[in-house]
């Protein structure tokens, strides 16, 4: 017989306990127990127990063909981009951004172009009446593209009335922490039925050839809420990013098993909605102080595309004890390891300054490549001498000063050269890259960051020697 035995499930990472206890063992997360009734049926002896045998399935090797799988362009070439190419068939994608970023609108317009391409797109809103989409369509200009829209929560009912009829090319449920199922017993949004509903709909997705997409919540930290296990069902997971202040928005690609990982697209909130940016680095870079000191242009790489962005420091004295050390835009272990690197081979004392690393356009850069640069900005804000306007850095700082090579260094020198750029600034071990020569640039290369911080210096020697001989 049947009964019901408490649980208590941890909402961060769904780890299962029989009482409650402050602090969950599997995240170390506190207070993050809730409690959760589930069914557990008496276990049945095994010597009555019916025994089961095992289906034949057939074996396949690895010189088989395999076909590429069909895509369905989305009409948006920047989210076609993050995605590989277009939505393939029964692959399911879990989107996650801040309140307020423009997940909706995004979806909005992606499910629009597709209707009006002749497929059936639905859109399912947990959050939202009917109505509420509409006009949010209606602002966008996009009234009269023939989308389904329903406002419902029950997967049993959204999967029963999307199985009628045409199987639809595109889904999108937003969002998934709204979404119940009746085979688990536990309240919308918790572990449980957040795991049961997404694997309801990953079966539909899968039987029915459907691109699926899963509008995901995120925490306070930016990590999509709920169990990681939903990640690891999912085919991809798609971030969009962006500086409330800010209209630029980037759309991440975090994983994805049909196309490259850490690939983006770059979007522009206007009044009539999401706007594609084809030509990323001159919108990062129609706002530059040209000639001011503190300002670097990076040549980074972002998935497959080059993307130039500013750099901007500011190196002042302090009166507190502890230094300010505030970055916006990269990793802040990384400004403590250049700043570290630069006191210890180059002489320059930073203990006594506040130190501030922005990088403008509201984009998040994750690769080491922008050591150099962050490193060129920092000594320019501290000198006080402007760097040239027509230079772009590129180059990983070692912890012993030196500057190691980076990936594809010619795609970084072919965008700086398209976008008027005449000299970068680079790893010596760089200029023998294939194409890194024959892009009509002058190449200035380092082997470590001492000569850099000389060059900077000779521009303002008064400034930097009394710190260089401490």
Not at 153 to 176: F, H, K, N, Q, Y
Not at 270 to 293: C, H, K
Not at 397 to 417: H, T, Y
Request: charged share 20%.
């Amino acid at each position: 017989m049947a009964k019901n035995l408490p649980s208590f499930v941890c909402q961060n990472c769904g780890s299962a306990y029989t009482k409650w206890q402050g602090k969950c063992e599997g995240c170390g997360e506190w207070n993050t127990l809730s409690e959760e009734d589930s069914i557990a049926a008496a276990a049945m002896p095994s010597s009555i127990r019916p025994k089961r045998k095992g289906r034949l399935f057939t074996l396949e090797t690895l010189t088989g063909e395999s076909q590429q799988a069909p895509r369905l362009p989305s009409g948006m070439a920047e989210l076609d981009r993050v995605t590989g190419g277009g939505f393939v068939r029964g692959s399911v994608l879990l989107v996650g951004g801040d309140p307020g970023i423009g997940k909706s609108t995004l979806l909005t317009q992606a499910t629009s172009m597709l209707a009006r391409a002749g497929h059936r797109a639905v859109y399912i809103s947990g959050e939202e009446a009917v109505a509420q989409v509409r006009l949010r369509a209606a602002r966008l200009g996009l009234a009269d593209a023939a989308v389904q829209l329903a406002a419902e929560t029950s997967v049993e009912d959204i999967i029963a009335t999307l199985s009628e009829g045409t199987p639809p090319r595109l889904v999108v449920i937003d969002s998934i922490q709204t979404m119940w199922t009746d085979t688990v017993e536990s309240a919308p949004g918790t572990v449980t039925q957040v795991r049961a509903s997404a694997q309801a709909l990953i079966r539909f997705a899968k039987k029915s050839g459907a691109a699926l997409i899963l509008v995901g919540h995120v925490t306070k930290d930016g990590q999509i809420a709920g169990p990681r296990v939903v990640e690891h069902m999912v085919d991809a997971v798609l971030s969009f990013e962006g500086e409330g202040s800010q209209q630029f928005r980037i759309l991440r690609s975090v994983k994805n098993r049909f196309g490259p990982t850490d690939e983006i697209g770059v979007f522009e909130m206007t009044g009539l909605g999401l706007r594609e940016v084809t030509n990323p680095s001159e919108l990062f870079l129609s706002e530059r102080d040209l000639g001011s000191p503190g300002t670097a242009v990076f040549a980074g790489i972002e998935g497959t595309r080059p993307v130039l962005v500013e750099l901007q420091a500011l190196v002042a004295p302090t009166s507190l004890g502890t230094p300010r050390r505030a970055v916006v835009g990269w990793d802040p272990s990384r400004l403590s390891m250049v700043l570290a690197v630069l006191e210890a081979h180059c002489g320059i004392k930073l203990s006594g300054h506040d130190v501030y690393l922005n990088v403008a356009g509201g984009l998040r850069i994750q690769e080491p490549a922008a050591d150099l640069a962050a490193a060129a900005a920092l000594v320019s804000s501290l000198a006080n001498a402007p760097l040239p306007v027509d230079a772009v850095y590129f180059g990983e700082i070692s912890l012993s000063g030196a500057v190691r090579p980076v990936a594809q260094s010619s795609a970084r020198l072919k965008e700086a050269a398209k976008l008027g750029f005449a000299r970068a600034v680079l790893p010596d071990t760089a200029r023998g890259d294939a194409g890194a020569g024959d892009v009509g640039l002058s190449l200035n290369t380092v082997n470590s960051l001492t000569s850099l911080v000389a060059d900077i210096a000779a521009r303002s020697e008064k400034r930097l020697r009394p710190a260089a001989q401490g």
